[in-house]
């Protein structure tokens, strides 16, 4: 049905954050999702333009996709985890999150997960901003929903061994730590079946353009991410450990893709976005 991955990406994410209002209860206000979708749109495409004025003027000649889809994707992200009470705030943080993508290159490649860096900005910046990692609870239908809509999205552009490794280092992470305790094990599954956490394993850590490129790079990268988001949970009490702990290591993928060389991800479908080519 449709030609490009990122178009059930957008389709999944919409209907999560339809699913939250109707069944969370959150207090997210319907503004705020409208100028987080406006600001990315509007950010993407300026920098797209201005990007493709830079390259004229070196006389370069190159095709630069709007990537209106990603744009999106980021937007909905945005709205799906950070809360606000400034529209400013939002704004901020989907202004930031595309620019991201455009200003922290290394080889033409950004390696900040725009969503996530949004975030962050907003939550550093401004003294209104939050993200509720127990906004989904822990209903186990929840977690079937995340995992069958993101393996589908993750069998196509090929990126499970990074979900793999990050919940599977996590999980036996917080098993060791629940024996050492000697807690029952519902505390353990409650620790686990968190549907924030699936959210970030399916769709954000998985993010093809900005992780590592090679496989092996990946699997590394992915558990040094749960190892640091186990500490920062567990010994300073992060409750948003996991969103710290992206940040913090997102500029290891530059040391990982010199280490250990891959061609880099191209999404299938991007001749379906639109462009701007230089002459």
């Not at 449709?2 to 059930?8: A, H, L, V």
């Not at 202004?95 to 455009?102: D, L, T, V, W």
């Not at 519902?186 to 496989?215: C, E, K």
């Not at 640091?228 to 450990?241: E, H, K, Q, V």
Request: glycine fraction near 6%; charged fraction near 15%.
């Amino acid at each position: 049905m449709f030609k490009d991955i990122r178009d059930y990406q957008i389709l999944f994410l919409g209907l999560f954050l339809v699913l939250g209002i109707a069944t969370r209860d959150w207090t997210l206000r319907p503004e705020l999702i409208g100028v987080a979708i406006a600001t990315c749109l509007c950010t993407q495409w300026l920098l797209s333009l201005v990007k493709t004025k830079m390259m004229r003027w070196q006389d370069q000649e190159q095709v630069i996709s709007l990537s209106l889809r990603s744009a999106l994707i980021t937007s909905l992200g945005l709205s799906l985890l950070l809360r606000s009470d400034h529209w400013t705030t939002m704004a901020l943080a989907a202004a930031s999150a595309i620019a991201s993508k455009f200003l922290l290159q290394v080889n033409h490649k950004h390696f900040f997960n725009p969503a996530n860096f949004g975030m962050i900005t907003a939550l550093v910046l401004t003294p209104d901003a939050w993200v509720s990692p127990g906004q989904w609870g822990e209903e186990w239908w929840y977690g079937l929903l995340f995992v069958g809509a993101g393996g589908m999205i993750l069998q196509r552009i090929g990126r499970w061994d990074t979900t793999a490794a990050f919940l599977s280092t996590y999980s036996l992470l917080e098993a060791i730590r629940n024996l050492c305790l000697g807690w029952t094990w519902d505390v353990y599954w409650h620790r686990l079946m968190s549907g924030s956490l699936l959210l970030f394993a399916l769709f954000m850590v998985t993010d093809p353009r900005s992780i590592p490129n090679s496989q092996f790079g990946r699997v590394v990268w992915s558990a040094c991410i749960a190892i640091l988001t186990f500490i920062l949970r567990n010994y300073f009490f992060i409750s948003t450990a996991v969103f710290w702990a992206l940040f913090a290591l997102a500029p290891l993928t530059i040391l990982l893709d010199v280490l250990w060389s891959a061609p880099r991800f191209a999404w299938l479908g991007k001749q379906g976005d639109n462009s701007l080519i230089s002459t």
